[in-house]
């Protein structure tokens, strides 16, 4: 069974991996299980038959015979469970390992992505000016105690893993922002990431949305 996931049509980021079907489709590379694709505009998201999938009516959704899923972090666990690669067979470590996938995603990812909204939703605000500092602030405080734990290793829990799939993709979403340039050793972690072949598949599967070929 080939499963489905849906993805834009259209994106902010033309393809360049930002959007969170990239989670879905790097964890199916990983796993080398083949998938198809089929692509959402805005108004389609929002009309029943996509809500039938997704009840926020976003992206990425998840199809696999009956089976329908969404949220990012519950399809990567669910490849994961049911394949070999993403989640260590030692019932300790793959726990660890998934603790790793909720850190990523309710730890790490809601300041970075609350200070991605604000020059969107808060730029013509009068507090504007002075919150952007606090934002950022707040995600090095996370960064700083992501880097401490690090330290010289390869990946947050020896072998790569889910926990760090999620964790290098919700890193990637600080391009452009200056702050990832003073953590080298996170930086080095997402590149490593970035370098894994499944990654790059992804990657250009996403990509190739947008550019044709
Ligand atoms: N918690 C959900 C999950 O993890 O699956 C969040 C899903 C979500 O935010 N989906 C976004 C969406 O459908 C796309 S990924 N938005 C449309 C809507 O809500 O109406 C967010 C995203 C999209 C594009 C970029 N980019 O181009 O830079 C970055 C992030």
Redesign the pocket.
């Known amino acids: 069974m080939i499963p489905i996931i849906t993805a ?1 049509e259209q ?4 393809g ?1 991996g ?4 990239m ?1 879905v489709r790097w964890a199916l590379e990983e796993v080398g299980q083949p998938y198809e694709v089929r692509l959402v505009s ?1 108004a389609e ?2 009309e029943p038959a996509h809500r039938a999938l997704h009840p ?5 959704t998840y199809e696999e015979a009956d089976l329908v899923l ?4 519950a ?1 990567i666990f669910h490849i994961a469970d049911r394949h070999a690669g993403l989640l260590p067979d030692d019932a300790d470590a793959r726990v660890r390992a998934i603790t790793w996938m909720f850190a990523a ?1 309710n730890t790490v990812e809601p300041p970075i992505v609350e200070r ?1 909204q604000a020059p969107y939703v808060e730029r013509d605000k009068p507090w504007y000016e002075e919150r952007l500092p606090i934002l950022d602030d707040r995600i090095r405080a996370r960064l700083d105690d992501l880097s401490r734990r690090l330290g010289d290793a390869d990946w947050l829990d020896d072998a790569f893993s889910a926990g760090d799939l999620l964790m290098v993709l919700v890193l990637r ?1 600080l391009e452009g922002t200056g702050i990832m340039e003073d953590y080298p050793n996170l930086a080095g972690y997402v590149a490593r990431g970035e370098a894994r072949p499944a990654y790059q598949r992804a990657f250009a599967a996403q990509l190739t949305v947008f550019t044709g070929g």
């Open positions: 834009f994106s902010p980021d033309r360049r930002l959007a969170r079907d989670r805005f998201m929002k926020f009516g976003q992206i990425p969404f949220e990012s972090g399809i995603l991605e979403r």
